[in-house]
Structures are given as structure tokens and as C-alpha cells.
């Protein structure tokens, strides 16, 4: 093979997956943001205008004008949307820091762990991930049920004389985001906890420090970027969530990535559900930039 | 409590308490899917009978069918494209448009589904592509391809450059390099690249949703339409044969890769003797 056609061959390398990813990735989303702006119609597909280049260019201008941010001013308006967005802030935010707190002690535990053991420990934390996401939520669904094993168990040890109320409340959701994404968390986490020198702890024992001290002074500091990139893991994708607060959330739990899938397949309103998906990126764009600068400095300095 | 350094008490019991969370309620689906009782929180005995109603629901296997076939497809074609993009990140550290590009690999990592599918479903239906298999596969392709390059880029970065100067150095051209170097090195990575685009995509439901049209119902989505009215011990059957497979599948998988590594020991030994 000469070298030419090596080079040509090296520049496909970056080619063809750049161009896929901007016909697939990319200009879908200029294609929902165009739609955010158009009409909606009883057609197919139903909005107004399509915007096409088959009838030439006047006819295209025509049509630009007839696009307008009805659709945001709509969403303005409704108390529904706002509320959604907010909730589900508010609802990944509560579950992130859950997140954190369960998966630290374990991401430490596994990072303490003699080297022989830790292998099997990882694979067991990725394990859970390889089932399906569908049916690890469907699994809480038998459990939190009134008449579910968590409530049998509760009445048998006597806890409890009346079955608590768990499945259809925000606590259920908590707990399905916690689960479904606890090895984001931890693998992170245990990425930074077990590259960590122990010598630090060690002397900041020795100069005096509290195991406790020498945890807050050292370790947690040190582990921040697992704990960043962890959080956005969790963060960003439960912003967004739909299977968990509509299997486990009950019927009025208003989160934003239910109310674009209820916009879309009940109301078959393809431009407001575009103008919802819009905003959602608008919200997730700085918690992205921040996932993304700290991939690319991970990357920096694993060179 | 022990020293610093140590494993104490509390890391082994917080070790436990975790991976009783994060296993337990799987455990209990397994179980419960053999129940002899339609009620499924309540034990009526050992039973494989769902097992059998499972296999004769037309639907739900017509679904399992697809969905195999999608999840196939598409996670090959992930793979070639991740694996790409993971070489142009890593061995290609500069070019136009390289944020572009890695933002675009990254992004759909954390992108919400819902977002994903509904931009997918508009492009298609802005280029006439009628819903379907074709469509889920392509949707399917786009978003497992960067979990792909993510895997791969991780081993890429933690390779051996001298290697590959080596063997270019002794006459190799760049893509004689790639096939008899760098591929083999990476390729633990490809294979778990792989199997996470498989599983990803028989897992996927949302994306799912948007994209597939009539005649290409996933089985995610037959689940899902059916848990909606309610837990049956049949869905927990679907549920257990899918983890079984997907378990399968992973053992096998580090079970070669273990051989592997051992293999690469001994020849190091051998290579360091001789």
C-alpha cells in the first residue's frame, strides 16, 4: 500500500465517524429546534410549515416568516411546564446527592480493598448495569407495592402495623434513580478514591489528624473530580428521566421528560414537545460543558 | 477500626450493605419468576409454567426476535464507527473541528433519552425515511457508538506508543500498523465495546419508542406496554431469560479475556527467558 493512499485512508478515519455523528447527532437537533417554531397541524407529518428547499428559494423565505415562538410563549404560560422543569431539578438534584452518599462509602470500601479482591469488586459494581435498565426498575415495582415484599417484610418484623405508602411517591423515584444509576457514581469515585496515595493519609495521621480530619483534609478533596464527574453522570440523564418517574412516580408526578412524552405521544403536539426538548437542553448545557471539561482534562492527563 | 491502608469494618460492611442493594431486587424478580401463583407477591410454590406461557406468546417473541436483530446490527456497526472515532481522538490530537467532534462523542453519553429520540424521529421523518426497523437500528448506531469510543478511547490512552513507532519505523505503513499492532492490543476493548452497545440497545426503550414504527416493535417496549397494567409472573420470565442471556454472554466474555491475559503472561516469561 503506498503511502498516499494511507493518508487518505488516515483522513477517513476522522471522517466518517465526524460526518455520521453530524447527520445523526447534530442536525437533529437544528431539525427540533426549527420544528419548536412551526405550527401544529392535523397532518403528517403534523406541524406547519415544512420547510423544504423542493420548491425553491422564495417559497422558502415565504415559509421562514410563518415560523414564531408561539410555542415558548405557550410553555411560558402554563404553569404545567414550569413546574415540570423545576420538579425535575429539584427531583435530580435530591437523588444525585443520595447518590453520592450511598456510593461513596461503598467506592471507598472497594478502593480499600486488598488488590487481589478489586478486580471482582468492579465487575460486580458493572454487573447490574448489563440488565436491563426497564426491568431493574420494573423489579422495585414488586417491591415498594403496598402489598409488595418491602411492606410483608416490614409487618412481619413488626415495624410497621400498616403497609407504608411507597410505590406513586417521590420517594419511589429517589430510590429508582439511586439504584439505576449508583455504578455512575461509584465508578467514578473508585477511579480517583484508588489511584490515591495512602502515604498522604498516613501523614496527615501521624502530624495528628482524626481518621475523620484526615478524610475531610485530604481524601474527600482529593476525589473531587470522581465526585464531579459522577454527579454529572447522575445529574444530567435523571433531569431528563422518563421511565423511572412513570413506572414508579404514579400518575401526578410531574417531571419534564414525561411531560415531553406525554406532549408528544398522547397530544401528538410534535412542535411544543420539540420547544420542551429545547429548553431541557437549554437547562442541561452548563452541567454538559462541565462533564465535558472534565472528560477532556481526565483525557489531558491520561496522555 | 484499622490503620490507614487498611480494609476496616465499616469499608466491609458498606461493601456488603451496597451490593445487597444493588443485587437484591434482581434476586428477587429471578425468584418470583417462579412462582406458581399468578398474584406475584405471593409464593405459591415452585413453578416453571411462565416459562411455557412465555414461549407460546407469539408477540413477545416476534418482539425478542427483533429486538436480537437490531441489537446485532447495530452494535457492529457501533463499533466499527466508535472504535474510529476513539483513534481519531486519541491519535489525531489535532484537526478541524476536534472540540466539535468530542463534544459530539460525549454529549449523547448523558444525553436524556427523550431528547435523543425525539430529534432521531424528526430527522427521519424530515428525510421521508419511513419508521421502522431500519430506523431504530440507525437511531441504535448513534447513540451506543460513543459508549464504544469511550470504552476504547480508555484503552487507546493507556497503550504503548512505542510499539506502533516501532513497527512504522521497520517499514509498516500506518494501516499495516493498525491491523497488526494496535488492533490486536485494543481489542479486549473492542469486544467489551461491543457487548456494551448489544446490551445497551436490547435494553433501550426510549429511543426505541420514537424510532420504530409498526412491524418493528422491540421487546422493551412490549415490557413496558405491559407492566403499565401490572407486574405478571410472565413479564418477571421475559425479564429472567433476558438477564440470563445477558449474564451469559459477560461470562464468557472474561472468562476468555482472563485466558487471555494469562496467555500474554506466560509468552512475556517465555519472550523474557528466550
New interface residues.
Partial sequence: MNRALSAVLGRLVIIVPYLWLLVFFLVPFVIVFKISLSQTAIAMPPYTPVLGFGDGLPAFWERLWELSFENYVWLTQDALYFNAYVSSVVIAAVSTVLSLLVAYPIAYGMARAPASMRPTLLMLVILPFWTSFLIRVYAWIGILKPEGLLNQFLLWLGVIDQPLLILNTHTAIFIGIVYSYLPFMVLPLYATLEKMDNSLIEAAQDLGCTPLGAFWKVTFPLSLPGVVAGCMLVFIPAVGEFVIPDLLGGSQTLMIGRTLWNEFFSNRDWPVSSAVAVILLLLLIVPIMIFQFAQARAQEQGR | ?T??????R???V??VL??A???L??V??II?SFNESRL??VWGGFSTKWYGELFRNRGLMDAAWVTLRVAFLSATAATV??T??A???T??TR?R?RIL???????????????TG???L??F??IGLDRGFLTVT??H??FT?CFV?VVV??RL??FDRSLEEAAMDLGA????TFFQVTLPVIAPAVVSGW?LAF?LS??D??IA??TSGPGATTL?MK??SQ??LG?TPE?NAA?TL??AV??TV?LIA?VLNKRREVQRQRDEQAARRG
Fill in positions: 477500626m490503620g490507614p491502608g487498611g480494609w476496616s465499616f469499608n466491609i458498606s461493601i451496597g451490593f442493594f444493588l443485587y431486587p434482581i428477587l424478580l418470583y406475584v407477591t464507527l466508535g474510529l472515532a483513534i481519531a481522538l491519535r489525531y484537526f473541528g467532534f468530542s463534544g459530539m462523542v460525549f454529549a449523547p453519553l448523558v444525553m436524556p433519552e427523550v431528547i425525539l430529534s432521531l424528526l430527522l421523518v424530515a440507525l437511531a448506531i448513534t457508538m469510543a478511547q480508555s490512552l493507556s505503513t500506518p494501516a499495516g457487548m446490551t436490547l435494553d426503550l426510549v419508542s420514537f422493551p415490557i413496558y407492566v403499565r407486574v413479564i425479564c433476558m438477564i445477558v449474564a459477560v472474561s
